[in-house]
């Protein structure tokens, strides 16, 4: 069967899954799944991911594989935008991890919280701190993406798509890039990648 994404496309984790097909011309269908509905907490949803969460990628008829890097990995087996040295996958990884627990749970955060939930919700209280450690994220990026083009010193990869996928929509998060020259050169170079596809903006 072809691969099947069950995903939301204003989801910067889904965002990366369809990224990377797009890039490697994979062809898959894709399933569009509200989590806003609470869709993903029913049981014919948790029988596919019992955490209940998008994307899950279905890979054969009942076998799914969820989680955003660990689907990247999956697909990005023996092409390009894997790196072929041992010391490069790992670099790969490195920036994966830390996208998953440095990254995305402050700037996809601060994003979800401003575009997803209203203006009174006691989450909104917690912006400032989210902000701040985004930022501190955005530092450790900016750095390293000063001294080489791409995450991974042998070029491309998925490493690159984990963390564009909410890097480039810092903003919806109230998060500002302008003080990030390396990081928006970088943005600029990963746009201009062969079969890029953007994300479906917010609303």
């Not at 998060?175 to 746009?191: C, E, F, H, K, Q």
């Amino acid at each position: 069967m072809m691969l099947k994404v069950y995903g939301m496309k204003t989801s910067g984790n889904c965002y990366k899954v369809q990224l990377a097909l797009e890039q490697l011309e994979i062809p898959y269908e894709w399933e569009e799944v509200d989590i806003m509905t609470g869709v993903t907490r029913k049981p014919g949803f948790l029988a596919k991911n019992p955490n209940g969460r998008v994307p899950t990628l279905e890979v054969s008829p009942g076998k799914y594989l969820p989680e955003s890097n660990a689907i990247l990995c999956y697909l990005a087996e023996g092409t390009p935008l894997w790196p072929a040295g041992r010391w490069e996958r790992a670099q790969a990884l490195q920036w994966m991890f830390f996208e998953q627990y440095s990254h995305e749970p402050y700037v996809a955060v601060a994003r979800f919280i401003c575009k997803f939930l209203p203006p009174d919700h006691p989450r909104q209280a917690e912006l400032p701190r989210v902000r701040e450690r985004a930022h501190q994220a955005l530092a450790v990026m900016e750095r390293h993406l000063a001294a080489q083009p791409f995450l991974v010193q042998t070029g491309y990869s998925v490493a690159d798509i984990a963390l564009f996928a909410y890097t480039h929509a810092a903003a919806d998060g109230g998060i500002a890039l302008d003080g990030y020259p390396s990081i928006n050169a970088w943005i600029r170079r990963v746009t201009a990648q062969p079969r890029f596809v953007p994300m479906v903006p917010m609303p």
